[in-house]
């Protein structure tokens, strides 16, 4: 006859092993999770929302103001290592002799903002004269013409 192998008793040497193993685990991947989370986040999109609050009114009537102007402007492109858009006036004729600026930021904060100007190269056609890196970038852009401003933000891949 043979007997059959009884079964291992938990002792509680075990349950705390893997009580302690369950935490450790958890602890862990809440540790990595956080490390994750605090090196890839690049920052507020407003550092005061009470104060942003406040100027909400103003930023609606720039929108206004902008949008009175009847400018058209092309989503932003890259060709080569250019930033390139094409701008209308109303009436579909090419928007020539305006000043343009913009900043350029990296996405997530990961590299300091580079300052771009633009010149025309025909009919309403403007590229940056700087270079702009590869990559994902966020361009603020500042357009003057004829005494009227415009302000936008397009994103550039």
């Known amino acids: 006859m043979t007997s059959k192998p009884q079964p ?29 989370a605090v090196s890839t986040f690049g920052g507020t999109v407003v550092d005061n929302s009470y104060v ?29 290592d250019k930033a390139v858009m094409t701008l ?23 590299t300091d903002p580079i300052s771009l100007r633009f010149q025309n190269i025909g009919d309403g056609i403007y590229a940056s004269i700087g270079s702009l890196p590869a990559g994902r970038w966020k361009l603020k852009i500042n357009i003057s013409y004829e005494g009227k401003k415009m302000t936008l933000a397009q994103d550039i891949r």
């Open 8 to 36: 291992k008793k938990i002792t509680g040497y075990h349950a705390a092993a893997m009580i302690i193993a369950f935490f450790a685990v958890v602890v862990c991947v809440n540790l990595v999770m956080a490390r994750f």
């Open 52 to 80: 942003a609050s406040q100027k909400y009114n103003k930023w609606l009537e720039q929108a206004r103001s902008q949008a009175s102007h009847g400018w058209s402007v092309s989503p932003i492109k890259r060709v080569e």
């Open 88 to 110: 209308a006036q109303a009436d579909g004729t090419a928007l020539r002799g305006a000043d343009i600026s913009a900043v350029a930021e990296h996405p997530v904060g990961r």
